[in-house]
Nanobody, 124 residues
Framework: QVQLVESGGGLVQAGGSLRLSCGASGRTFTSFGMGWFRQAPGKEREFVAAMRWSAGNTYYADSVKGRFTISRDNAKNTVYLQMNSLKPEDTAVYYC?????????????????WGQGTQVAVSS
């Protein structure tokens, strides 16, 4: 059974930084695609960043490009989302997700496994 556990959320002022972590267990993730999505109150879930675990290819939403970085630590089976220059509009619950099947890494519908989410709040 695959388990994803996020951590690292919190309250930060605009312009600040946070690093989210997603600890993965239950399977070998080298063939997985890993993604971060977020959902703000009253809004639909949206893609933030993704990577193919083995190849290391990364993908970003235009809204976070240049500010957020997705990375992985193979030894720790952990995926990170480094968030810099945070804005109030980045406020949301952030979810880590994993996929084994074909399909766009930017589309949440193709992800089979999801974490419980971690809250990020950015004050102005």
């Amino acid at each position: 059974q695959v388990q994803l556990v996020e951590s690292g959320g919190g309250l930060v002022q605009a312009g600040g930084s946070l690093r989210l972590s997603c600890g993965a267990s239950g399977r070998t993730f080298t063939s997985f695609g890993m993604g971060w999505f977020r959902q703000a109150p009253g809004k639909e879930r949206e893609f933030v960043a993704a990577m193919r675990w083995s190849a290391g290819n990364t993908y970003y939403a235009d809204s976070v490009k240049g500010r957020f970085t997705i990375s992985r630590d193979n030894a720790k089976n952990t995926v990170y989302l480094q968030m810099n220059s945070l804005k109030p509009e980045d406020t949301a619950v952030y979810y880590c997700a994993a996929k084994t099947k074909a399909g766009l890494v930017t589309a949440g519908a193709f992800y089979e496994y999801w974490g419980q989410g971690t809250q990020v709040a950015v004050s102005s």
